[in-house]
């Protein structure tokens, strides 16, 4: 089976859907069947982005990148220090 992947857009418009569905009084079986996914990937989706809104999922997003940027960042710094304790030590 061919495996689909979703953006987190998509994802918590998805889970908006369920919510509706849900609140109408079908299972959450149904739902997921109408929905194209398996009860694994609601629950997994539930628990990832909860009551997340469009908005904050892409904020989350850019967030995440910038963290990234930033961790790769301060990883470099402290190996150009390492380098930098060496040879000021003459281990080299």
């Known amino acids: 089976m061919r495996r689909r ?7 918590v418009l998805k ?21 194209g996914i398996s009860d694994a990937t609601y629950y997994n989706w539930r628990k990832q982005y909860g009551q997340m809104k469009v908005d904050q999922v892409r904020q989350f997003k850019s967030l995440a990148k910038e963290n990234a940027r930033l961790k790769k960042l301060v990883a470099d710094q402290a190996l150009d220090i390492q380098i930098l304790k060496e040879a000021l030590q003459g281990n080299y």
């Open 5 to 11: 992947l979703h953006s987190p857009e998509q994802v």
């Open 15 to 35: 889970l908006r859907r369920a919510d509706e569905l849900l609140s109408g009084g079908r299972s959450v079986e149904d739902v997921c069947k109408e929905l």
